[in-house]
């Protein structure tokens, strides 16, 4: 098992930037891949950027590529999000994943199990 926990949200106008971050702990060691997703109301929940542990590939939504940075403290099992930019349509729930399987965050198909793992997610929202 994996518990993540995610910090960080909060309310930012428009340009401004955040950054969240997400503390793992438990079987860590298991975990290939994780990211961040988001889910605005009345949306499907949307994976924004994610990084492979195995290769270090990292992938990110169109949308938010050059404003958002993901990055991992291998040592302290944190992930983050560096969010710069952020718009309005960038209001969301932010949600930290991890999984044993290897996915990227533009094509997985969020479906029950996978991710694997989520946190409980921490609010972002942007005002104009």
């Known amino acids: 098992q994996v518990q993540l926990v995610e910090s960080g949200g909060g309310s930012v106008q428009a340009g401004g930037s955040l950054r969240i971050s997400c503390a793992a702990s438990g079987y860590t060691s298991s975990t290939k891949c994780m990211g961040w997703f988001r889910q605005g109301p009345g949306k499907e929940r949307e994976g924004v950027t994610s990084i492979d542990i195995v290769t270090g590939f990292i992938d990110y939504l169109d949308s938010v590529k050059g404003r958002f940075t993901i990055s991992r403290d291998n040592d302290k099992n944190i992930l983050y999000l560096q969010m710069n930019g952020l718009e309005p349509e960038d209001t969301s729930m932010y949600y930290c994943?991890?999984?044993?399987?290897?996915?990227?965050?533009?094509?997985?198909?969020?479906?029950?199990?996978?991710?694997?793992?989520w946190g409980q997610g921490t609010q972002v929202t942007v005002s104009s």
């Open positions: 994943a991890a999984d044993r399987a290897r996915w990227v965050a533009e094509s997985v198909v969020v479906s029950p199990g996978r991710p694997e793992y």
